[in-house]
């Protein structure tokens, strides 16, 4: 009787070890996963962009009204980042041919007024948030450019024009040290004044220029990226 009670409570004790090992992971972990690097938006990086700018002019004399002056834009850019943190501070300055025109006969005091624009630079701070390799960012600073008023057929006053731009965007890492961005910039070149002889009236006639600008950009950073 004795070694009957024995051999069951063996069994019972082989049934109970066999239970719980079926209970156990098939496979135990080796090792904690790679842990991937956060990007480095920190370093100098060169770049193209170009858009489109959809501008308004104004004559100042009292019979002319505002009107459209649209066109499209192409550049490049130059920059430099330092990265605090999950916070990005950049200077980055651009220039652009510019082909943003527009004229009006409707209330113009002679038969076609038009206002262009052929080149356009800015020179500005940058300050972002990262979420690793996507940079959402503010911007804003220097706008210089020039506007060109007069008579269509006739002579065109041009003044290079100090003003001001601000604007938002986003740039993202594509591969290695490649990244693109998308960005919105509003920017106002202030007033010009206009001759008789090239914008008619009865005298000097002031043009001013403003542009909200759509644009998209690719640059190559030299900087760190890891």
């Known amino acids: 009787m004795k070694r009957l009670l024995l051999a069951g409570v063996g069994l019972m004790t082989l049934g109970l070890a066999s239970a719980l ?33 959809f501008g308004r002019s104004s004559w100042t004399d009292t019979l002319t009204g505002g009107f459209d ?7 490049g850019t130059l920059g ?39 080149w356009l630079a800015t020179f500005r701070g940058r300050v972002g948030h990262a979420f690793d ?3 959402p960012y503010v911007t804003g600073g220097l706008a210089v450019g020039d506007i060109e008023a007069g008579v269509v057929g006739f002579g065109h006053d041009s003044s290079t024009q100090a003003g001001w731009t601000i604007g938002a965007g986003v740039e993202w890492a594509i ?11 509003y920017t106002d070149l202030g007033t010009m004044s206009c001759s008789v002889a090239s914008c008619g009236g009865a005298g000097p006639v002031d043009v001013d220029f ?8 690719i640059n190559y950073r030299f900087g760190p990226t890891m």
């Open 21 to 53: 090992a079926a209970d156990l992971p098939a496979r135990m972990p080796t090792k904690a996963p790679a842990y991937a690097p956060v990007y480095n938006w920190s370093g100098w990086y060169l770049g193209i962009n170009g858009g489109y700018g």
């Open 69 to 75: 002056a649209d066109g499209g834009l192409l550049g």
């Open 80 to 118: 430099v980042n330092w990265q605090s943190g999950p916070w990005v501070f950049g200077l980055e300055g651009d220039g652009a041919w510019s082909d943003m025109r527009g004229s009006t006969a409707v209330t113009c005091a002679v038969v076609n007024c038009e206002t262009r624009n052929s």
């Open 133 to 135: 390799r996507v940079l």
């Open 175 to 185: 591969a290695g040290p490649w990244t693109a961005k998308v960005e919105y910039l």
């Open 210 to 217: 403003t542009a909200n600008i759509l644009r998209g950009g």
